[in-house]
């Protein structure tokens, strides 16, 4: 701190371009207040708590870093860096497609949003980077899907994070993101002979669709190459963990009875149905039908 100069340095990522020389200006509070020549501001609050942000005066989340030290001046030493939270952050990602789109980073955090591609395998699962490389969206050790601007981090360069160990970024609220899928529009039906994985987290299966709204159960998924009996034509495909799919719950009191096929008319009779309260994974969804392991439920 040379006279009327503060140094900054030790920021990284969205937050660069608070490094550099700092200027007094003026006062703020009754203080001196400093300037970089990137327009990133230091200066005091009421409560005696200085403050280095992109907008002279603001404070919460918006604060870069701070020091609860009351000097008249700007205090030298470390100082604590704020976490970057973006409750607004969207994370599109189509089912098999090959982009997930993120929006919602605003003002200093606008790098982090756009176009991210698939880039490799990491954790058994594809990992996706924006264009220039900077920001990453993966699975970290099969428990939680992670956005960082360091492949593999942990700690508090990781932006945001959910415990999931889906195969892809799961779709529900994430600590401060939201995770939407959108089906692919407009592809063409594909012919698919068969399904090769490595390094499965458990039981998984293939499911197609045509439309992206009804999905049947082509097979399960094992370690290794596997060829279906039949090719099947779909537009849409997509891989669940078993444990993910959509459970179902039997509501009527003295229980249902399976079908062979979605008309209430062509019951099973070999085998009992489900009772009330027990819950059934939904293999596949036809318009109020559902399909079982066993057969069809109303």
Sequence with gaps: RPGTQVAVQG??????????IYRELGEHNGRPYYENENGVFIYVLKNGIWCLAPVLGVMGDLVWAECKNSMPRAPEGAWTVNVITCPDVRVVRPP?????????FGWVRDPGNGIYLPKGVYAG???FASPDGSIFMYRWREKRWRISPVLGVTG???????????????????KQAVIVKRNAAGGESVTLVGARAT???GKVRLLTSND????????????????????????????VLEKDLTMIRCIKQDGVAYRNSPDLEDRIEA????GFGHRIPVQARYGGWIRAEKGWLP
């Design 11 to 20: 920021l990284h990522w969205l937050r660069e371009t608070g490094n550099g």
């Design 96 to 104: 098999q497609g090959d982009q997930a789109v993120v929006t919602g």
């Design 125 to 127: 699962s594809t990992y």
């Design 156 to 174: 508090p360069s990781v932006l945001d994070e959910v415990v999931s160990d889906a195969l892809e970024p799961p779709e529900f609220n994430w």
């Design 199 to 201: 390094r499965l987290p």
């Design 212 to 239: 992206g709204e009804d999905w049947a159960q082509v097979c399960t998924v094992e370690e290794g190459s596997r060829e279906l009996e039949v090719p099947i034509v779909a537009q849409f495909t997509r891989v």
């Design 271 to 274: 085998y009992r149905g489900p």
